[in-house]
């Protein structure tokens, strides 16, 4: 059987408390209905039953964190230094999510959108910095350059969303797409390459 990394497993799903936690203190305190989707100019804009957005949805949060982790696993590709913060992002992001939602829903000033560009320029730059790593000496040298690169690329990202934060929410979308763009420009440069190399 192939090796489970059973005690990140369990460490990353231990997170997902911290949402069940804020369901049960606050539950009786929120309405029947909550908004769950805002806008870039930081306005509700979708709603949501309490029970959905609580419960179930950090369950299938969780179930999907359990298959991605073992499936990753399974196929050796935890191995990647990149690959790894997957683990964490689900979980972390089903607590973030949820805690905006909540305060938003009490009754507090929540800048939403500020928020979300943030913990996008915090994943992007996490990103960049393990993709370019060694994976325990056998990744090859035309890989590993490539992976450099993509590394600027997610760094510089990162940088310009931070920097989008000071300018009209418009921007950060703007900034956005370009990046998806030029990530999207990247991938199938790198897929060509390596299909005129193997021709697979």
């Known amino acids: ?7 990140k497993l369990l460490v990353t799903s ?5 949402p069940l936690a804020f369901a049960v203190c606050y539950y009786g305190q929120l309405p029947a209905v909550l908004y769950t989707h805002f806008g ?4 509700a804009n979708g709603i949501n039953s309490k029970w959905e957005t609580l419960v179930l ?31 964490w992002l689900m979980p972390i992001l089903t607590t973030l999510v949820t805690g905006f939602i909540l ?23 996490i990103t960049g910095n393990y ?8 990744t090859s040298p035309q890989t590993l350059t490539d992976r450099k690169k993509a590394a600027y690329l997610f760094i510089g990202g ?19 797409l370009i990046f998806i763009l030029l990530f999207g ?16």
């Not at 059987?1 to 005690?7: G, T």
């Not at 305060?103 to 915090?122: H, P, S, T, W």
């Open 185 to 200: 420009i990247w991938s199938i440069r790198v897929w060509v390459k390596g299909y005129k190399i193997t021709g697979k």
């Open 103 to 125: 305060l938003y829903n009490l009754g507090y000033q929540v800048d939403i959108r500020r928020l979300v560009v943030a913990f996008l320029a915090g994943v992007y730059l």
């Open 40 to 43: 870039i100019d930081n306005q």
């Open 57 to 87: 949805t950090p369950v299938l949060a969780f179930i999907f964190h359990v298959c991605l982790c073992i499936a990753l696993d399974v196929t050796k590709n935890s191995q990647i230094p990149a690959v790894r913060v997957l683990k």
């Open 14 to 18: 231990l997170i997902f408390l911290i």
């Open 158 to 176: 990162a940088l310009a969303l931070l920097i989008s934060l000071f300018f009209a929410p418009v921007v950060s979308l703007i900034v956005g």
């Open 131 to 138: 993709m370019p790593k060694d994976v325990a000496g056998i």
């Open 1 to 7: 059987m192939k090796r489970i990394d059973w005690k």
